[in-house]
């Protein structure tokens, strides 16, 4: 039987109308969505990767402190002080500041394999070798720019003066307070200064805790330091007074 | 036109397009894995090199308390324990020259532990040392300048703060110790081939000195900045101090009592001697062996830049001023079962005299407390090698210092033996 066929009322057209917005309206946001997809993933990845390497890379800074054997060695040295480098012994709570000295950091390949002789070597390279004096503080040293954040001083060689010298850049704009504790054995110190130890040592671990702009969350970071002798069984006997 | 094909070739192209970006994210989500696997390969072969690290700390340890598990230095106490550090101690043996693999699931490391006292000491080498060494004249001076604390003068070649201020990027010299080998590179006349490849331009007219891989040494083959070895006899205790003030008769009575024969001590008690070179000359070849052994002629607990005739190579052992390469092949043959005493020494052939042993006693030793340990911790395609300075100073290890060994090809620069045997790492 063939049917007769008959136009389609206002109503039907109305309601397919509807429909057909709605899935075309859905499909531009999927594809839009789907377009800026990548993208986001990248960038996303980018900041957890950044979050994640300044971890790295604040611990395994900490991590290369180093104390020379010669105990009257000046150029070496371990300190955590409040309100920028204290320079002597001035350490009042709270660390904001930690300044220490680093042997053993690898030569770039270049420098390992150049055919320049001691002088041009140093005018391409800069100074190479050596123990490095290692500062990281919320305080720069350096001019009191506008800028802010956490900032990375290093100088070679270490010079024996814990409050300056070196370059100075900023390891991450974002941080906006940042405190160490140190481990001397049985407890978490405040301060560390290896020039007012009877016996220079390294703590046994650095607490880092700092706070990231726009985020409530304090980040909290424990390095152990290899080359401390400090253990439970081996603590800082605290000097008198 | 029909309609209906018209509406599967949108959707054929509306497919396409899902699928395009479907892919798009794909292959950077892939490219991104990728680069997180290495990152976490580059961070597993890190943590397995300084387990590597603490496996030989946990070896020394146990050698410096228990001594060795199988022969040699064997007891648990300290009077049955000698303070020698042989080749054929349980440290030494460890990880097998590097032919031993630990492996955890896929991932490995491999180590060495090395006496640090069988280099030579750049801290503490005298110049005539240096100058048996592949140094030119001007690295020599140039070293010595930036150790030693004098401030202003310079010797002809040297160099000290006038002439490293000067430089495009000035510092200042550092009148003390080296930290590790490549704090040579702030002294002037050294560059990295010079620590890393074999010197040409040099004065010494040494024997050409053999590195690792038969190929003539390098300063990296040959010299280390760290290494003590205690000044105590067999048992333990303390040398005794020849030039000790105090009491005459005491100190006769304690020589008496570590085994020397009244009359040889009654003769030592009044003399002086500034070196240990002085006082084997000043004793008969009789009594040699048993002054050797307990005698020393200061104070100092420890010393520095001593080499070990157990663990030195030829080529480091011919670095002692006036050494005969005789007297160096003698003393090599007899590492196979080593010297477990200093006294030990005259009874290596050409050296039963105090003239003979005059000339090289003030440079060597028997025993050691610091080790270097070379680790290499590999996993997936990721390799890190680390060298770290662990100091056993009265039997508790103490690390003074990891450094990143600068190369890829570390193994075959340390003259390892290819990986033969794997060793699972177990939880015991």
Redesign the interface.
């Known amino acids: 039987m063939r049917r007769r066929s008959r136009g389609l009322t206002l109503l039907e057209l109305l309601i397919a109308g509807v429909i057909v917005g709605f899935l075309t309206a859905a ?1 531009v946001r999927a ?1 839009a969505a ?2 800026t ?2 993208e986001r ?2 960038q996303g ?1 980018d900041v957890e990767l950044s979050a994640g390497s300044f971890d790295e890379k604040l611990s395994s800074l900490i991590r290369r402190a ?1 104390l ?3 105990v009257n ?1 000046t ?1 070496s040295f371990f300190e955590g002080s409040a309100g920028g480098a204290s320079g002597g012994g001035t350490n009042v709570g709270n660390a904001d500041t930690i300044t220490f000295t680093a ?5 770039s ?1 270049a ?9 041009t ?3 391409t390279y ?6 490095q004096e290692i500062s990281i503080s919320t305080t720069p040293v350096g001019q009191g720019s506008a800028s802010s954040g956490l900032f990375e001083r290093k100088q ?2 270490a ?1 024996g003066d814990p409050t300056q010298g070196g370059n100075e850049s900023v390891m991450n704009p974002n941080v906006t307070s940042i405190s160490f504790e140190f481990w001397d054995g049985t407890q978490w110190l405040t301060a560390w200064d290896t020039a007012t130890m009877a016996t220079k040592r390294l703590p046994a671990a650095v607490r880092v805790t700092y706070q990231i702009q726009n985020d409530d969350n304090p980040h909290i970071l424990v390095v152990q330091l ?2 401390s ?1 400090v253990t439970t069984d ?1 603590p800082v006997t605290q000097a008198a007074g | 036109m029909n309609r209906r094909g018209s509406v599967f070739i949108m959707a054929l192209a ?1 497919l396409a ?2 699928v395009a ?2 892919a ?2 794909a292959a ?2 892939r490219l ?1 894995l990728k680069s997180e696997v290495n990152r976490m390969e580059n961070r597993r072969a890190r943590l397995l090199a ?1 387990a590597g ?1 603490q496996r030989a700390v946990a070896t020394l340890y146990d050698f410096i308390t228990n001594g060795n598990s199988a022969s040699g230095n064997t007891g648990t106490t300290s009077s049955t324990k000698t303070n020698a550090t042989l080749l054929t101690d349980d440290w030494a043996i460890a990880g097998n020259n590097g032919a031993d693999k630990y492996t955890l699931g896929q991932n490995s490391y491999r180590l060495q532990i090395v006496d640090a006292n069988a280099f030579v000491n750049l801290n503490a080498a005298p110049e005539a040392q240096l100058n048996q060494m592949p140094f030119s004249q001007q690295q020599i001076d140039c070293l010595l300048d930036w150790r030693e604390a004098a401030t202003t003068t310079s010797r002809s070649d040297g160099a000290k703060d006038t002439y490293y201020n000067a ?3 000035p ?2 010299a ?1 009148l ?2 080296l ?2 080998i ?5 002294i ?6 010079s ?2 490849d074999v010197q040409t331009d040099v004065v010494s007219t040494a024997t050409i000195m053999q590195g690792t891989n038969d190929s003539q040494a390098t300063l990296y083959d040959l010299c280390n900045v ?1 290494g003590y070895t205690p000044m105590t006899q067999q048992d333990g205790t303390a040398k005794i101090n020849v030039n000790a003030l105090g009491n005459p008769q005491q100190k006769i009575q304690r020589m008496i009592q570590a085994g020397i024969s009244p009359a040889l001590a009654a003769q030592l008690s009044t003399g002086n001697y500034p070196t240990m070179a002085s006082l084997v000359q000043a004793v008969g070849a009789n009594d040699l062996k048993t002054v050797l052994n307990v005698l020393t002629v200061d104070n100092t607990p420890r010393k520095e830049g001593r080499i070990n005739l157990n663990t030195a190579g030829q080529s480091v052992l011919s670095t002692i001023p006036n050494i005969t390469p005789d007297v160096v092949q003698a003393i090599v043959q007899r590492q196979s079962t080593g010297l477990t005493q200093l006294g030990d020494i005259v009874d290596i052939p050409g050296l039963n005299s105090g003239a003979a042993l005059a000339p090289l006693i003030d440079y060597v030793t028997v025993a050691s407390q610091t080790f270097l340990v070379r680790v290499v911790g590999t996993a997936g395609g990721s390799s890190v090698a680390l ?1 770290a300075v662990i ?1 056993m100073q009265s039997g ?1 290890p ?10 890829s090809d570390m193994p075959t620069r340390w003259g390892w033996d290819d990986a033969t045997t794997e060793t699972p790492i177990t939880q015991s």
């Open positions: 499909l594809y789907g377009a997809y990548p993933l990248r990845r180093t020379s054997p010669d060695e150029a042997a053993g950091i690898k030569p390949a420098v390992l394999t150049s055919q320049d002789d001691f002088e070597s140093n005018q800069g100074p190479q070798g050596g123990v070679i060689p010079d290899p080359m002798d081996n | 509306l397009g899902l970006i479907l798009g994210a950077s989500q991104a300084q690290i430089l495009t990027n510092y200042n550092k003390g110790r930290s590790t490549n704090d040579l590179l702030m002037r006349g050294f560059t990295g081939p620590i890393y760290v060298e100091d508790s103490k690390i003074l210092s990891i450094s990143e060994a600068p190369f």
